[in-house]
């Protein structure tokens, strides 16, 4: 038996125990995933996007099945930035859990305002900046889909937040060209970046001939869109070969996870999977040090890009 | 691991484990499955769920299927059994009622907040809806532990979508069914029997388990008379542990303030009078955190 694996990452400064996270929205606030397993033990809780003000999300029905997916439609339902420090964001710090807090918003000043109001609370790893919302100035329009749009919300949190505090933009799929849009966040200050967010979908119900889904269209998300993902991190990876990445999409077992190292992110965030598993992350982190092991590396680090080198 | 986090839990509800199937029946139209799940049983209590894994590992089905638990045995076989009650219309389900004895079967139980009973051995009335009367045999059992006397309401389209018929009339003081064929017991809906029945033993809680619409004229009646109910919410569940808000309903909190409140960790039993029958689906606009009206923006 060889020597057991380094496990540890580094997300632009945020120094974590392990590579795996909770995915923004798949685990609350990390409260009931800890009634399945103890979660100091993954890398850190990465919250429900929390929003300035109180926020009832969408009608339902909020959420269709799909083949190796779901799609969602919840609409950043969240109790506001002040329930939220003072309920979720104490408890997970009383707890000892590492935190990323991700943050939505529906203008360039909610995103700094939200940031302002975080920067001197403690336990907070890293902050993830869901840009994956719509724009109200802007008809609705996704900042994630826009990069002038993406690097003003970018630069806006940035502003706002202590340079100790890493900050991640949080990329959209549903764009022409990903590399692109994580240049222009890089740009305006990002230390890092999360992808994949959702990717919009739709399901018509064949009984009542109509969409499944309250609000008619919604995020696909789980094993369906890992390829997608793996693709994103790949491109971003290439455009981008020094900057941090959080990858996500689908990820529900080790092998996965390691697929996300291997085509160059830091670390992963377990999303969907959690709904089948909800100790998912714990297992993960044990399958992927297995498997990082039976492939001969001696630590996370050593495995992040790796499908990149060169023909040997 | 701290030794508090151990604690923290243990003392927790709800189990991840992997149990195996022993028996599976018809009865009507419906399938009867019966599991051991170790340590499940003891945690119980009448109206709490199961979330079942479908379509084996690895599968295109991600989601797991929620089910009343109908009956548990503390000194079943294994740790433990526990029984539901399914009706296979979809592919989950469809799967799960195709196992077979000795299969594995991967469960999260006991989830939700179970019924809450009365203090006072008081005259109740439970009414199940087809397959919704599973968990109320359980409920049926504790209230008669406490004396209460037990109308117990079974109501569906037709005979066979009946459920507990035989096994009703054994626990409940008396047994009274509709269906709305005429097919067997009272024609019509299972309102038709309430009020007589309400009367005739002046009953003062009534627990519900169905459709929404029989819930949700349960809660009238309830209200209409002043007496308490307590009504079991069925919505589409992504993950059945609270980490998702997708089984969200409009219910009207202590503070009369309403929230869009998840079924699965909130729910699914609910105060009858708390839950905003004629909005569910929707976000009413006075719900703490309502969009104020403007154009829907995609996403
Ligand atoms: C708290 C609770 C208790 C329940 N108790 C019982 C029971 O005792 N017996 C029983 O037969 N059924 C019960 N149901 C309904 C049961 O969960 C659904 O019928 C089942 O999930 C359908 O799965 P499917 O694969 O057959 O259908 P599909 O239509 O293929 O399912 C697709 C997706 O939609 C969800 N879904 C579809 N219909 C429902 C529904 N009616 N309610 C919730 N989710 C749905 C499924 O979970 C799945 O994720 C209960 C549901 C809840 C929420
Ligand atoms: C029910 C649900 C809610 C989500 N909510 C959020 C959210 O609030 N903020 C966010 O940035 N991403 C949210 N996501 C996206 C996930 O964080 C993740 O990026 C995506 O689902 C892909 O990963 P997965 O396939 O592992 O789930 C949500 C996803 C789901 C399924
Ligand atoms: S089903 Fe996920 S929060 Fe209730």
Redesign the pocket.
Known sequence: MSAPIDMRANLAGAQLPSPILTASGCAAAGRELDRFFDITEIGAVVTKSIMLEPRSGRATPR???TPAGMLNSIGLQGPGVEDFIAKDLTWLRDRGARTVVSIAGGSVNEFGELAARLRHEEGISAIEVNISCPNVANRGQVFACDPMSASSVIHAVRRNTSTLTPIFAKLSPDVTDIADIAGACVAAGADGLSMINTTLGMVIDTTTLRPALAGITGGLSGPAIRPMAVRCVWQVRQALPDIPILGMGGIATGLDALQFLLAGANAVSVGTAVFNDPSAPIRIQRELAAALADRGFESVADAISYAHREQE | MTSNTDRERSKAGALQVKGEILTIRRAGD?YVIVFAAPGVAQRTRPGH?AAVA?GGQPTA?L??????I?QVDTAGALGGTVE???????????WLVERKPGDSIDVIAPL?RPFSLPKDPVSTILVGGG??S??LFMLADRLRERGCRVDLVLGAATASKLFGVVDGRRRASALHVTTDDGSMGTKGRVTAVLDRILDDYDGQVIYGCGPMPMLSAIAEIAQNRGIASQT???????CGVGVCMT?VLPVRGTDGITRMVR??TDG?VFFGEDVRWSDVGTVPTDCLGAPIAQPESSK
Not at chain 2, 84 to 94: E, S, Y
């Open positions: 959420m269709a099945e | 419906y769920f479908v089905m989601l797991r299927r929620s089910f009343s109908h539901i009650v399914v009706d296979a219309h979809g592919a989950g389900t469809k939700g397959y919704g599973a968990p079991a919410v069925e919505e589409a569940m992504a089984c079924s699965c699914p």
